[in-house]
């Protein structure tokens, strides 16, 4: 099956990314909240955290309880992207130019 084109489309729209609380806010004034899958899963991350620390080091029980941290923080990043890709798909789809800010969140430093 090859891949079909998108019609094309006129509409362009600005994304300003990662404005506290939300993921992202449009031109249009359209606010995405962004979603707490860490916040959601802290109680069960936290636990088996704290089963694993309790572990003897190299035991078969500690693997099993690595493993079961690792599950759960692959859960985490996997919701993460699911939601990035439906977000993106949804832009992409209506849009036809997407602008967004090119900012360095990273190494923002604030000099007072």
């Known amino acids: 099956m090859d891949p079909k084109p998108l ?6 729209i600005g994304i ?3 404005t506290n609380p939300h993921f992202l806010v449009t031109s249009e004034g359209e606010m995405v909240e962004a979603p707490r899958h860490f916040q959601k899963a802290e109680e069960k ?3 088996a955290q ?5 572990k003897k080091k190299g035991s078969n029980r500690r693997k099993k309880a690595r493993l079961k941290v690792a599950k759960l923080h692959r859960k985490i990043a996997n919701q993460r ?8 798909r949804k832009l992409v789809n209506r849009y ?8 360095n969140v990273g ?3 604030i000099y007072v």
């Open 7 to 12: 019609p094309p489309s006129e509409e362009a």
């Open 16 to 18: 300003d990314l990662g």
């Open 45 to 47: 991350l936290a636990k």
């Open 50 to 54: 704290r089963e694993l620390s309790r």
């Open 81 to 88: 992207k699911d939601f990035h890709h439906k977000v993106a």
């Open 96 to 103: 036809g130019t997407i602008v967004h800010e090119d900012l």
């Open 107 to 109: 190494r923002v430093r």
